[in-house]
């Protein structure tokens, strides 16, 4: 933990911000319980300005083609602010606001302010990103890694995922949508699904919490291939999205987006 962490608190529950370390959310303990998977590259960071893989780190502008580093091979993945540090905007006991400029490598130059506002039942965060030139393609999202057990007491079984997607996109070999849309799969996941009026993904931890995922966006990715943690990940467009739903910032409208996450004990 770093002396420039920013702890919120409100009731049981407490949030750790850890601005000089992509700008994530560190932890969250509710009634002394971490529910986040700790380590410097987990917690919950932001994906900006794009979503999980972007084709051979290419995507169009106009007619220009703009290249992005290939941190995933042969891919670029999840944005470049969660390897950046953050600045402090404002604090106060339960709430933090951060900024981020947007340099090289993204081609754009811009800012993205990132909200963190704890409640004694609920996280919320919300994102925008604006442009202090041209208009650029961008995504928003957030890359929550939930311990898969809470460990400890008599009842530490392992989290349940439950939602109803109104379809799953089809994966390609290389892990990015094909473009075809399927019935929602059985899991396990490292997969995009479509919720059309929000999201909505329940985590039940049984006989000790359920915490519901929601955003008023309608792509989510769920990642549950890892023996540690789950991913529920809301996001305002598919993998690849730059490319086949980009979402516009211009001078006079920014990118935003949000997501809460609530809970309550069982």
């Known amino acids: 933990m770093s002396n420039d962490d920013i702890t919120l608190a409100a009731g049981d529950a ?4 850890q601005p000089e370390n992509g700008g994530r959310v560190g932890g969250l303990r509710v009634g002394g319980v971490e529910l986040l998977r700790q380590g410097d590259k987990f917690g919950c960071f932001p994906m900006v300005p794009w979503c999980g893989r972007t084709r051979d780190g290419r995507f169009l502008d106009g007619g220009t083609v703009r290249q992005l580093p290939l941190n995933a091979g042969p891919h670029a993945i999840h944005g470049t602010v969660r390897d950046g540090a953050w600045r402090v905007a404002h604090t106060s006991a339960d709430q933090a606001v951060i900024t981020y400029d947007l340099v090289e490598p ?4 811009g800012r993205v302010t990132q909200v963190v506002a704890l409640t004694p039942d609920a996280l919320t965060l919300t994102m925008s990103v604006e442009t202090y030139g ?9 890359h929550p890694w939930f311990n898969r057990s809470l460990g400890g ?6 989290v349940q995922v439950a939602f109803t997607p109104a379809w799953q996109e089809e994966r390609g070999d290389d892990h990015l949508p094909t473009g075809k849309r399927l019935d929602p799969q059985p899991g396990p996941w490292d997969d995009c699904f479509g919720m059309p009026g929000g999201v909505d993904v329940t985590l039940t931890w049984p006989q000790r919490l359920e915490l519901k995922v929601t955003s008023p966006e309608e792509w989510v990715v769920v990642y549950d291939e890892q023996e540690a943690a789950v991913c529920v990940e809301p996001q305002t467009g598919p993998p690849n999205g730059l490319n086949t739903l980009p979402r516009l910032v211009t001078p006079i409208e920014p990118l935003e987006a949000s997501t809460t996450w609530s809970w309550r004990s069982l």
């Open 14 to 17: 407490e949030v750790t911000v």
């Open 153 to 158: 007491g008599d009842a530490p079984g392992e």
């Open 134 to 142: 041209d208009s650029f393609p961008a995504q928003i999202g957030w």
């Open 106 to 109: 993204w081609p754009y130059p």
